[in-house]
């Protein structure tokens, strides 16, 4: 297995930095040609000559071709009283073209490239205000939070390593799980780790916050800074394990400043967490009550064709492993986005009114 990940970052990390090297030169490239094909610049010429008149006269078409297309795509739907719909249908896309540039990855990225790209409408996440002020209504401490992205590549390749070939291969919904604390203060400063009580980026003092685990570590977060997302689901203990809570909410924030598990297979020691790891230590007591237990979860390129093939193997637990225990009944699921919620369609749901105002 160990052979895995330098190929993954020899051939990945290569291919991104192509793509970024093409998406960067891309114009100052079509423009030299332009410029080479008007003013018969020798080398150039020669260079495209050299690809064969009829490859460039076929890409050539082929460009005309899609741009037609394009052009009665948009005539065709042009708002009545428009006097110029093609500049109206350029402007209104290009107003849609973000422009992202990172000249300096995080602390925890080891291989600092820079990388530049453009995303046609990028919008914002899925979660809306009215969504945000639900939560922040019925958070209650020792509550899961399940969350994920759109878009992510990482978020992809999570989702379809949490695969478990006794569940129908079922990919993951969630990349991501953490605890809800509530309110932090100066008293629990005192059970942080000494060498971590006084790091801002560890451990933070707020009305509302979250214990989570993530590539810097286990750290403390404000509630509405991790629910910056696009999908999120809110589970609570059931009342008779609510007792549970306090020593939850202990056991994380004596966990505070431990690194993470990158290998996500750390369930026996707890020396160091993945996200799901993390909620896992916490509810250690609670392992039996819930049948809460590590899984073989791996990643199966071919399920229907080759079952048995899988890579990154590991036993351990996932986000959709908690979810799971909502759709068994086990925990109550007490908010979900619309979106979540159409995905799992038959996952019970009780109601459950806001947290009395003092």
Same mark, same amino acid.
């Given at each position: ?162 695969? /478990? =070939? ?9 990349? !991501? *799980? +953490? $605890? ?94 993945? /996200? =799901? ?9 609670? !392992? *039996? +009550? $819930? ?68």
């Amino acid at each position: 297995m160990h052979f895995v990940w330098p190929v993954l970052l020899l051939f990945f990390r290569s291919l991104y930095l192509l793509y970024t090297l093409w998406c960067l030169s891309f114009l100052f490239v079509l423009l030299g040609l332009v410029l080479a094909w008007a003013t018969e610049y020798p080398p150039l010429v020669a260079y495209i000559h050299s690809m064969g008149s009829t490859a460039l006269w076929g890409a050539g078409a082929g460009f005309t071709l899609v741009g037609t297309l394009m052009l009665w795509g948009v005539y065709s739907r042009r708002t009545v009283g428009d006097p110029n719909p093609f500049q109206s249908g350029f402007l209104s896309w290009f107003g849609t073209i973000k422009w992202f540039w990172n000249a300096q990855p995080g602390a925890m990225v080891k291989l600092a490239l820079p990388s530049g790209y453009l995303v046609e409408n990028p919008g914002g996440y899925r979660l809306s205000g009215r969504d945000t002020r639900e939560v922040l209504d019925l958070l209650q401490p020792g509550d899961i939070l399940l969350r994920g992205y759109r878009g992510y590549v990482d978020g992809v390749m999570i989702r379809l390593a949490s695969r /478990c =070939s006794d569940k129908g291969f079922r990919p993951g919904w969630y990349t !991501h *799980a +953490a $605890l809800f604390v509530g309110h932090l203060g100066a008293e629990d400063r005192t059970k942080v780790p000494a060498e971590f009580a006084n790091h801002a980026e560890y451990f933070e003092e707020g009305a509302q916050m979250v214990v989570h685990s993530m590539a810097k570590g286990v750290h403390t977060e404000d509630i509405l800074t991790f629910i910056r997302c696009d999908y999120l689901t809110v589970l609570r203990l059931k009342p008779e394990h609510q007792s549970e809570v306090q020593h939850a909410k202990d056991s994380a924030l004596g966990k505070i400043g431990h690194a993470y598990d990158f290998n996500s297979d750390d369930t026996q020691r707890f020396h160091r967490f993945s /996200c =799901s790891e993390l909620v896992y230590y916490c509810l250690r007591n609670l !392992h *039996a +009550a $819930l049948d809460l237990k590590p899984t073989v979860h791996a990643l199966y390129p071919l399920p229907k064709i080759l079952p048995r093939m899988s890579i990154l193997k590991r036993n351990t637990v996932v986000p959709d492993d908690y979810y799971e225990l909502a759709e068994n009944g086990v925990i109550d699921c007490v908010w979900e986005d619309r979106a979540s919620r159409a995905a799992h369609p038959s996952t019970p749901r009780p109601t459950i009114t806001k947290n009395a105002k003092p």
